[in-house]
């Protein structure tokens, strides 16, 4: 009895030493998570395992990844997008990068605890072909925990879906806030470890000093993602006054740049869109107006 006692106490030690504890919530109240600068994220079997860069496993996000199509996806209840989108199916072509650049619009003038995301980033699927990640060098406004508040930062962020949560990487002595103006321009990067792995680096490119995340999944990306997502958006003060868009947007396969059109999808809650201002998967321009 006493030895079982001693060994439970000891496993819930272990399980709380290896667990990073969120360092706040999204409106919707998934939890963000912050992990040291060189860490990287594994999809083993069902779990994302968040590894620091001494190779220790700092977190786990158990069962992350759906099972089978049973498991419906579920939308977010606040969560909406503006996005252009294609989907990548052709699983002999894989998506090697997606680059694109953005300038930083004037913040919105009223903040009411909103949180938006600008990106390009990946969606990676599960067994089922649900995506269930979400990959992202983004430029986020509002209230995150990590240096949130009425202004833009930039951020290295794995989004688990639907309601997963967040993992940010964070570069010690870095400022994450950016001003109006500055040009961003972010890339999702695969990368061949020869382990079977499909190993993705989402980094800002042009921002000396700034963080990068990179994440190893069972299955290549299925989705190519600009836009921007959104949770607590109300009224159109709580946007940016002005259109935003991605220029020099480059999708590469496997095969070099496919002969693509990007898909366009509105945020129905708040009438958010985007265009498609010049097509393809090279050079081509987005914009979101909100
Ligand atoms: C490995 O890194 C983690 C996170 O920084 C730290 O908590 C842990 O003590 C380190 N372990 C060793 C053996 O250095
Ligand atoms: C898939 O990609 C390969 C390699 O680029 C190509 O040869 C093949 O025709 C593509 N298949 C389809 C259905 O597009
Ligand atoms: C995308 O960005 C990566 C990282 O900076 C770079 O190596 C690559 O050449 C870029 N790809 C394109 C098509 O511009
Ligand atoms: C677009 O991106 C490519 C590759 O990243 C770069 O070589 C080129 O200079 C960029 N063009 C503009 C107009 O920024």
Known sequence: MVLLRSLIAAAILTQTALALTPVGHTPSGAPIYEAPFGSRVLQVGRDMKVFAPNGTVIHTFANAVPQSSTSAPIRRQVLSDAAASVQLTNTSDLLESLNTTIVVPPPPTTFNSQLMWVAGSIKIPGNDGVPFASLRAVLQYGATAIQGGPFWTIAAQLELLPDGGLLQISRPGFDPTVSAGTSISTSVVHTDEGDGVFWYIAA?????GSSNIQVGFQMPASGA?????????????????EPLTFANTSLK????????????????????????DKDGSEDAEITIHF
Do not use: H, K, R
């Open 253 to 276: 396969l496997t095969s070099g740049f496919p002969d693509i059109m990007w898909d366009t999808s509105s945020d129905s809650v708040s009438g958010a869109y985007v265009t498609v």
């Open 225 to 241: 993602v600009i836009g921007m997502e959104e949770e607590g958006v109300f009224q159109s003060s709580e946007y940016p006054a």
């Open 204 to 208: 800002f490119d042009n921002i000396p």
